[in-house]
């Protein structure tokens, strides 16, 4: 009875007052007017707009009163009651609906596809939270935009924010540590990234990863250096070859503040404040840039050709057998001379050039015919892998240095952000005795990442550069990507970090050696190969050209597919690194700490004042209970 009055009044509130008796029971019908089966959207949205109002123990008895499905039933707005009632804040409902009316957390409303817990976190409900997560519900469901619990709490982030590496930043790792690269203590490999806590202890920021296959060194944001890994031939930089767990200091640099490092499997370069260039490691292809050549260096030395050049050296990458430093004007490579140095092939010369030599062969590139007279060509952005050397221009062209020759993967293209550079191999003629048979060479690939957060992907056995889509259901804007054998890794502009696979078809044969580019015009997008003149008519294509394509086009732009995967605990994330094998890998994140406009102050503990004063007026003698203990039971 009295339950019929409280459900009576309840009503009253939810219905309009221009309902007759007979318009509210047909809004309302008893309980033999429906079964278990009960589909009504009536009976539901009644059921979703009380559950706005009212306490949750009458709610309790209201639902089951008013309808046979009333815990299941979804209302016009596809939301189920556990769905409103998580948004609401009902604790105690939401453990009810779960645990007496077995109602599935899992479920997702029908207008973004949310769960309840995801419903809970939007609204800020932070007890039903910890109540849904007790019962056991998943933080890594996705929505329709392929958005988990954390991405959304992520995403709520002030405009004001920005992801850079001028932030505190701190370093995550993830990955099967063979060789003691990703700097933890112990060698079992961590499959999800995790924060390396010994820079955390020590109060450092990270502004820079850099990993190779045997080694990894880290540059602080105040210009230090650490390193860890494999440290045979000295490419830890320690003085010594012992191989080091966790990140040891870099103490040879003499005050000087590094701003950049590059690493490859052999030897480590260094960029200095004041364009100092320092490298160690293992020197079989005299890509040190000492003279004369050391067979390999433990600690880092100054080259001296670096050391007050007018053109002061902004920009180091390192590959297995040479070295390039480059600033805006010029481009300076060192070591073997396998086709990737962008010098002519001479087979009585020496084939290793012990001091960096300047790239003439940009200057008679075709990129160097569009730039107006007295102008130069003006570098923006390098890479270079172990068979090429990869360049960006201010005029948009994209241009490669590998098979002793130059060639333009693309013009106009001006909005780059970076280039990333993999795979290749020099000249087999060029190695030294023993080299050859270790080299095993695969495709040359080149990662151009543009302003507008796209991806282009040139592949050494595709014709064209080819656009990559993700396979989300919402927008991606890459921010950072790097290249590894099994794919990439790329990094979002809002801070989520994934891996990558890419389906372009099928595999297309091995190209031709394609003649040396020419000073004609470039088709936008295209390599040298597939330049022609503007004024002849264009190719038909025969009825059995049966020539590899990409997966798909759009817009007349080839396209390829990527198949993410999402990266965990990735969610405010600056660059990402990897070692080139799909071994081990890096991310610089930003500490979550670094935008709180108000930072929670803890105050002093008062255990020990309670305790003494506790002590001090305690009395055996006396009646009162001095300290009550309320234990409970908890399954």
Not at 43 to 48: C, G, I, Q, R, T
Not at 71 to 79: C, E, N, V
Not at 485 to 512: C, D, M, N, W
Request: proline fraction near 7%; aromatic fraction near 4%.
């Amino acid at each position: 009875m009295q339950d019929s009055v409280l459900c009576g009044a309840l009503l009253q509130a939810i219905m309009p007052e221009k309902h007759t008796e007979k318009e509210s029971g047909e809004l309302l019908p008893r309980c033999s007017e429906c079964t278990r089966r009960c589909r009504s959207r009536q009976h539901a949205d009644l059921v979703s707009a009380a559950i706005t109002q009212g306490d949750d123990e009458p709610l309790i008895s209201y639902l089951s009163w008013v309808c046979h499905a009333a815990a299941t039933g979804t209302d016009s707005a596809g939301r189920t009651p556990l769905h409103v009632a998580a948004s609401c804040g009902r604790t105690q409902l939401v453990e009810w609906l779960v645990r007496v009316r077995g109602v599935p957390l899992d479920t997702k409303d029908a207008e973004s596809g949310m769960t309840a817990l995801q419903r809970a976190v939007f609204y800020g409900q932070l007890g039903t939270v910890r109540t849904l997560l007790s019962l056991g519900a998943s933080a890594l469901t996705q929505d329709h935009a392929d958005m988990t619990t954390y991405d959304g709490v992520h995403a709520d982030r002030p405009p004001l924010v920005e992801l850079t590496p001028s932030a505190p930043c701190e370093p995550y790792v993830w990955g099967a540590n063979p060789w003691f690269s990703i700097g933890v203590e112990r060698i079992k490999a961590r499959p999800v990234p995790e924060p390396l806590d010994v820079f955390r202890r020590a109060g450092l920021w990270i502004r820079q990863i850099a990993m190779s296959k045997f080694h990894t060194v880290f540059v602080t944001q105040s210009g230090e250096v650490f390193s860890c890994g494999h440290g045979i031939g000295g490419r830890l930089g320690h003085g010594d070859e012992e191989s080091v767990m966790a990140p040891r200091p870099v103490r040879a640099l003499r005050g000087e503040r590094c701003v950049q490092a590059a690493v490859s499997a052999e030897h480590t370069v260094l960029l200095t404040e004041s364009g100092g260039v320092w490298t160690y490691g293992l020197n079989h292809a005299c890509q040190l840039g000492h003279s004369p050549p050391p067979a390999q260096l433990t600690a880092p030395r100054l080259v001296d050709w670096s050391r007050g050049r007018r053109d002061r050296i902004t920009g180091v990458c390192a590959s297995r057998y040479h070295t390039v430093l480059w600033n805006s004007e010029a481009l300076y490579c060192v070591g073997l001379n396998g086709g990737q140095l962008g010098q002519h092939k001479d087979e009585n010369a020496d084939k290793r050039f012990i001091l960096p030599r300047k790239v003439t062969m940009l200057d008679r590139s075709p990129a160097s015919s569009s730039v107006s007279a007295g102008g130069a060509l003006r570098l923006t952005h390098v890479a270079c892998s172990d068979g090429g050397t990869a360049a960006a221009t201010a005029a948009g062209d994209v241009l490669l240095l590998s098979e002793y020759r130059c060639r333009r993967i693309a013009s106009r293209l001006l909005n780059v952000r970076a280039l990333r550079l993999a795979g290749g191999a020099p000249d087999p003629g060029s190695l030294p005795a023993g080299r050859a048979a270790e080299s095993r060479p695969e495709p040359l690939r080149l990662l151009v990442i543009t302003a507008a957060g796209q991806l282009l992907l040139w592949h050494q056995q595709w014709p064209t550069l080819t656009r990559c889509v993700p396979d989300l259901r919402r927008g991606l804007s890459v921010a950072d990507a790097e290249l590894d054998r099994h794919g990439l890794i790329l990094l979002a502009e809002s801070g989520q970090a994934f891996t990558a696979t890419v389906t372009h078809g099928k595999e297309a044969p091995a190209p031709a050696a394609a003649a040396p580019v020419t000073h004609s015009r470039a088709v936008p997008g295209h390599p040298a190969g597939a330049e022609r003149d503007r004024h002849s008519p264009p190719k038909q294509a025969t009825k059995g050209d049966s020539r590899p394509k990409p997966a798909g086009s759009a817009g007349g732009v080839p396209t390829a597919r990527l198949h993410l995967t999402r990266l965990p605990h990735i969610h405010r994330g600056v660059s990402v690194t990897c070692d080139g094998t799909g071994g081990s890998a890096a991310a610089v994140q930003c500490d979550p700490r670094a935008f709180l406009l108000e930072v929670p102050q803890v105050s002093p503990s008062q255990l020990r004042r309670d305790l003494g004063r506790l002590l001090s007026s305690a009395d055996e003698t006396d009646s009162i209970h001095d300290l009550v203990l309320l234990v409970s039971r908890v399954e």
